[in-house]
């Protein structure tokens, strides 16, 4: 009898791969576990187990399997299950989802190195061409090199072609190294010798070291910190806790003294503090908590629409009690890192270690850990807070997913595949589980709206905020009439203007929100009129004052900012367009004595950086606080009396059937930043268009309104949530090769019974990182079963792959885009 197994590796490939292992292994490998195969002539991957069998496969020969790496599952059954649905409903394969949704350092590779050949005679050499005798070199000094380190030597980014030749002449041969990404943290402590623990022996030592005086303290020091702390003593701690150095110690150590150890620590953070009390429910928060519960008993799923400063989070907590006295295990989802920074600092003043964090920011090593704690499932982090990659983490045990901030569209993954929104996939994850799902958000997505409608999702409202505090005051200021008027301060009304002067004086703090990062988003030449354009996409490039950069905000090209035009020479430039510095470098002009922090990407690179600046301004040591949709995001501080908005037009004007939605939101979660505590807060929207419907709505909190408004415009015009999208782009450095593709494509996919078909359209960015882009939308009514349609794009894709000249096109499917 033969032992197969089939394998997911992390290729975009349709099928799993099947491989051969020994009756041993057979029996203690378990589906769920890492094995590391070969795949190809030369390439070796870390692979999991997803069958086991005894059916030997038609197509291929299956190779045997070079190791395994665990002795438990670090995949289980349920994930792979979701994997599979994830796969199939977003039309990418299972080795994509594996590949992007798995921490790096559990995903043994192979690299590839380049030995010297022995056998290449030295006087060959000589005949080397200069890139590769610098190779040749090279490895006389090093035993191997990396594809990378060869680029750097030669100072070309694709080696290929020289690293070809000097395989063919004999003078190198390529080997495959598999490399461990994890590596375990290890502490080195010190502790006294068996032989020492006895206090005569102990005794006898110092009498000994009586000419040794710095052994002598140092010894005397490491018996002091045991007794002070009663835990391990670190070697770092022991040193600098009398600045000596390692011999010292070495002295003790040779002599049999004390012994040095290694340990492996967590590389996450201890909670320190104790555990406070949760906080009483207001009455409105009781009722809304009760509520919740009764429609939990007839509904998986619930919308819980709050307004800002209501107290949701006091719910949620109140709900992930309910489930942890179960001995369940809770998600709480939210859409940005920066929320992660505000939340868990509440979090676990009530849950202590039992709330654990998990997000891109965080190391490759720390994210393995995380994963480990809560594939054990013994305690320790049953709550897990993070953004939409905490759903691929292993849970066992779930009981409930709170979706925070529903709306937001950063729940959406762009690239790479899959490409999935995490609310939905909460949803499909929590019937696995068979969890609850509660959606939580002051201004709900259409999507979730129209689905309470349809009572597919239970409804509770909470449209009171906590403590009787008052709604803010919302004004809108029309900016064009202060322009006529002369009495702009910069990019400043006279209202917001005199509104954050008065805010100050009262020792008060200030929030001002622009969506978009950089000083200005133009340099324009007065003379010609000529603008610097990114050499890789069809954009402008956006100006950093502080990097004194010009920068494309698509692929990353930079360059120093020009100090005359490229085209005519002229030093006349002028900047157009408002950013988050240039705003930043007005606000310190305008109100010198503040004191001012911005909150963007930019600034916020570092791993750190969110805490740091959300904790100054917790504290008060920030007056004036400039950011983009970042600080729109639920976030909640005590202080701010005023929320400025520059400019509501750019939100308004976007081209999308979705901006008008989104503009609402961003607007009225950015105002309940606003008088969150004590004095009723204010709210300035900045626009050149007061009379927009949606300005008007925003300041009069009219959510209802704009939703039954924007579903109406949805429904006559075929748009989500009555009719599904599907959106393929393709992609290709050849502008005709696009054109042409394209339109065999769209010509295809017009074949799809009741779909309506829009395009092939170029974007309003049409070429990004080189490549053009091409969209085509595909629309398929909510009612109708689209599993059908998507199987036939699939093979529309398929078939134009197989054809040789349009292989190189790149394909992008977009399920559901947003």
Not at 525 to 551: A, I
Request: proline fraction near 4%.
């Amino acid at each position: 009898m033969r032992y197969f197994l089939d394998i997911i590796v992390p290729v975009p490939i349709e099928q799993n791969y099947t491989y051969e292992c020994v009756a041993n292994d057979f029996l203690v490998i378990e589906v769920g576990s890492r094995v590391i195969v070969q795949f190809g002539k030369t390439k070796y991957y870390t692979g999991i187990v997803v069958n086991k069998h005894h059916f030997l496969p038609e197509v291929h020969k299956p190779k045997m399997i070079e190791q395994i790496l665990d002795e438990k599952p670090i995949v289980n059954e349920i994930q792979l299950k979701f994997w599979k649905w994830i796969a199939n409903y977003y039309l990418s394969t299972l080795g994509e989802v594996y590949r992007n949704v798995m921490p790096s350092s559990l995903k043994l590779e192979s690299e590839t190195k380049l030995l010297r050949n022995p056998d290449f005679d030295d006087a060959e050499s000589n005949n080397l061409a200069d890139n590769e005798f610098m190779i040749y070199e090279a490895l006389s000094v090093q035993s191997a090199l990396t594809i990378k380190e060869v680029s750097e030597i030669i100072s070309r980014k694709n080696p290929l072609p020289t690293i070809k030749s000097l395989i063919e002449k004999g003078v190198i041969s390529p080997f495959e190294e598999i490399r461990d990404k994890y590596k375990p943290k290890l502490i080195n402590f010190v502790k006294l010798t068996a032989e020492m623990e006895v206090e005569a022996n102990l005794q006898e030592v110092f009498t000994g070291l009586s000419r040794a005086k710095k052994q002598v303290e140092l010894l005397m020091k490491f018996i002091s910190l045991k007794a002070q702390t009663q835990k391990p003593v670190t070697v770092t701690e022991l040193l600098n806790s009398i600045g000596t150095s390692r011999p010292i110690l070495n002295s003790l150590v040779d002599k049999g003294v004390l012994e040095v150890y290694n340990q492996e620590i967590s590389r996450l953070k201890d909670v320190e503090g104790e555990i406070e009390e949760q906080k009483v429910l207001s009455e409105d928060q009781e009722k809304s908590f009760q509520h919740i519960k009764e429609n939990f008993k007839n509904k998986d799923v619930v919308l819980f629409h709050g307004v800002t400063s209501s107290g949701k989070t006091e719910i949620y907590v109140k709900l992930i009690q309910e489930q942890l006295d179960l001995g369940k295990q809770v998600l709480f989802l939210v859409p940005e890192i920066a929320l992660t920074t505000q939340l868990i600092n509440r979090l676990v003043k009530f849950f202590g270690d039992k709330i654990g964090v998990y997000h891109s920011k965080f190391n490759p090593n720390e994210r393995v850990e995380i994963w480990n704690t809560v594939n054990e499932n013994v305690g320790k982090h049953q709550i897990i807070l993070g953004p939409r990659s905490s759903l691929f983490l292993p849970f066992s045990n779930l009981g409930l997913i709170i979706v925070d901030e529903e709306h937001e569209s950063s729940y959406k993954q762009h690239d790479p595949a899959p490409r999935y929104h995490a609310r939905d996939m909460a949803i499909v994850l929590s019937h696995y589980h068979k969890a609850k799902v509660l959606l939580g958000s002051a201004t709900p997505s259409l999507e979730s709206v129209y689905n309470v409608q349809q009572k597919k999702y239970g409804y509770v409202v909470l449209n009171k905020r906590f403590g009787g505090i008052q709604m803010p005051h919302i004004e809108i200021a029309d900016i064009q009439k202060d322009n006529r008027q002369k009495l702009m301060h910069k990019h400043f009304g006279e209202r917001l203007f005199l509104e954050i002067e008065e805010t100050l004086r009262a020792k008060k703090q200030v929030i001002l929100f622009q969506n978009r990062r950089g000083f200005s988003p133009v340099v324009e030449c007065e003379t010609c009129g000529e603008t610097p354009e990114c050499p890789n996409c069809d954009v402008s490039l956006t100006f950093h004052s502080h990097s004194n950069l010009l920068r494309c905000h698509y692929c990353g090209h930079s360059m120093p900012m020009i100090k005359q035009c490229k085209s005519c020479g002229s030093p006349r430039l002028n900047t157009k367009g408002l950013g988050t510095e240039q705003i930043e470098n007005e606000v310190e002009e305008l109100f010198p004595d503040a004191i001012v922090a911005r909150l963007d990407l930019d600034t916020t690179r570092k791993k750190y950086a969110y805490q740091e600046i959300i904790h100054k301004f917790e504290t008060k040591e920030i007056d004036i606080l400039i950011g983009t949709q970042m600080i729109s995001k639920g976030l909640d501080f005590d202080n701010v009396a005023l929320v400025g908005i520059l400019n509501a037009d750019n939100m308004l004007n976007f081209p999308d059937f979705r901006a008008h939605e989104k503009a609402y939101q961003l607007m009225a979660q950015v105002a309940g930043r606003s008088g969150r505590r004590g004095d009723r807060g204010k709210v300035i929207i900045q626009t050149y268009n007061p009379f927009h419907q949606i300005v008007q709505q925003v300041s009069s909190n009219s959510f209802n309104a704009m939703a039954k408004e924007q579903l109406q415009e949805r429904k006559n015009y075929y748009y989500p949530p009555f009719y599904r999208l599907i959106k393929l782009t393709l992609k290709h450095r050849d502008r005709n090769m696009v054109d042409n593709v394209s339109q065999h494509v769209a010509e295809s996919v017009r074949n799809i019974k009741g779909a309506i078909v829009l395009g092939p359209e170029y974007p309003s960015i049409a070429r990004v990182r080189n490549l053009y882009n091409k969209n085509i939308i595909i629309k398929i009514k909510n009612d109708k079963d689209i599993e059908p349609s998507k199987k036939y794009i699939k093979q529309v894709f398929n078939h134009f792959h197989e054809i040789k000249a349009f292989r190189s096109v790149r394909f992008v499917i977009d399920v559901d885009p947003v």
